[in-house]
């Protein structure tokens, strides 16, 4: 079975996500996981799929054929181990301002983990007087670090910034 990252961008409709899951299984097609999105009148999907290799040619053309639709196929690498490293959910919130996406990434960057998902939104927060960011990012941990250890360094940031861990 070969294993793929499907990237699909483009104009939302009704019945898009059906549209999609058809071609799937018209094709042989297993969808595995995903993570879609509606944003400003535009659907936004990763989609991970498996199909045998003998259906893989016709999965890639009816997809590529989904009208409207930018569609970006990529063979995922099954040769990766999975991750033993630990992961962390994330809730962070603050104040909003520009590059403060930038400047989280940066610091968890720099303590060497990794941010493997990322949901963020700005919200109005009429009693407060500006804008509220907040996301949930799931972190994978180096080999030896304690969560806290990232917390403080984010938190270090701005007085403004609570960040919250769950569990993943």
């Known amino acids: 079975m070969k294993q793929l990252v499907i990237t699909i961008l483009g104009q939302d409709r009704p019945g898009l996500v059906e549209s ?18 509606h944003l400003l009148g535009h659907f936004a999907g990763i989609i991970q799929l498996e199909v045998a290799e003998e259906h893989l040619q016709s999965l890639q053309s009816a997809l590529n054929k989904l009208p409207k639709l930018d569609v970006r196929i990529e063979t995922g ?6 991750s033993t490293l630990e992961q962390i959910n994330l809730v962070i919130t603050g104040n909003d301002r520009p590059g403060i996406v930038q400047e989280l990434a940066s610091v968890i960057r720099h303590k060497g983990a990794n941010i493997t998902h990322l949901n963020s939104r700005q919200q109005s927060a009429p009693n407060w007087g500006v ?13 030896g670090m304690n969560k806290d250890e990232v917390i403080e360094a984010l938190e270090s940031i701005t007085s403004d910034l609570i960040v919250d861990t769950e569990e993943v």
Request: aromatic share 6%; glycine share 2%; proline share 8%.
């Open 77 to 82: 690498n099954t040769e990766i181990e999975p």
């Open 20 to 37: 999609i899951s058809s071609v799937v299984l018209q094709n042989h097609g297993n969808w595995l996981s995903s993570n879609l999105s």
């Open 131 to 143: 804008p509220i960011f907040s996301a949930v990012a799931t972190v994978t941990l180096p080999n």
